[in-house]
């Protein structure tokens, strides 16, 4: 079955950028499927930041588009995710999942990420 | 954007039945699914497409799907059930959860 999981720096500093990459396996990102990112603030619910077609398609949650960009790079069966000008309230743990139409069938573990100076 | 109401909690006694509701104007037009959430765990899918189950689910966790509102049944919990439990939507390439239902099993 599809395994995911996040990488990338656990504290970023407030007005930076937050950059995380979800690497696939047991699939190739170039065979399909739709790759997403959620979120989960401390003690919070779940927040879906956006997803990536395979071919770079993407579609981002309306609340979030101005400060991000996903990317996909399916030399390294991976895709990416960066979020500009954070502050405390982008502190959460990130979830990369693979995306059918209607729901998301496999998770990551999650990476915590801290925003904080 | 569109939103999903969930109650933030509902207590159940073992065996009985547990109903978790979500409800919103686009579940009219789309399939609803749910995520179960135990502490220091990732979301496990347990419904899709309204009330399919993925292969392991127990047959307890069913769904359904009427009007503008959804609900995840869970007949005869168990103590292993007591979860975060959250829906979710997709619309027009927007995904939408619910804001999550603590079920405790008492």
């Known amino acids: 079955q599809v395994q995911l999981q996040e990488s990338g720096p656990g504290l970023v500093k407030p007005s930076e950028t937050l950059s995380l990459t979800c690497t696939v396996s047991a699939y190739s990102i170039s065979s399909g499927y739709y790759w997403a990112w959620i979120r989960q603030a401390p003690g919070k619910g779940l927040e879906w930041i956006g997803s990536i077609y395979h071919s770079g398609n993407t579609y981002y949650n309306p609340s979030l588009e101005s400060r991000l960009t996903m990317s996909v790079d399916t030399s390294k069966n991976q895709f990416s995710l960066k979020l500009k000008s954070v502050t405390a309230a982008d502190t959460a743990l990130y979830y990369c999942?693979?995306?059918?139409?209607?729901?998301?069938?496999?998770w990551g573990q999650g990476t915590l990420v801290t925003v904080s100076s | 954007s569109f939103e999903l109401t969930q109650p933030p909690s509902l207590s159940v006694s073992p065996g009985q039945t547990a109903s978790v509701t979500c409800s919103g104007d686009?579940?009219?037009?789309?399939?609803a699914c749910w995520y179960q959430q135990k502490p220091g765990e990732s979301p496990l899918l347990v419904i899709y497409?309204?009330?399919k189950r993925p292969s392991g689910i127990p047959e307890r966790f069913s769904g359904s799907n009427s009007g503008n509102t959804a609900t995840l049944t869970i007949s005869g919990t168990q103590a292993m059930d007591e979860a975060d439990y959250y829906c979710q939507a997709w619309d027009s390439n927007v995904v939408a959860f619910g804001g999550g239902t603590k079920l405790t099993v008492l």
């Open positions: 999942a693979s995306k059918q139409t209607y729901y998301f069938d496999y």
């Open positions: 497409q309204d009330n």
């Open positions: 686009k579940l009219r037009d789309t399939y």
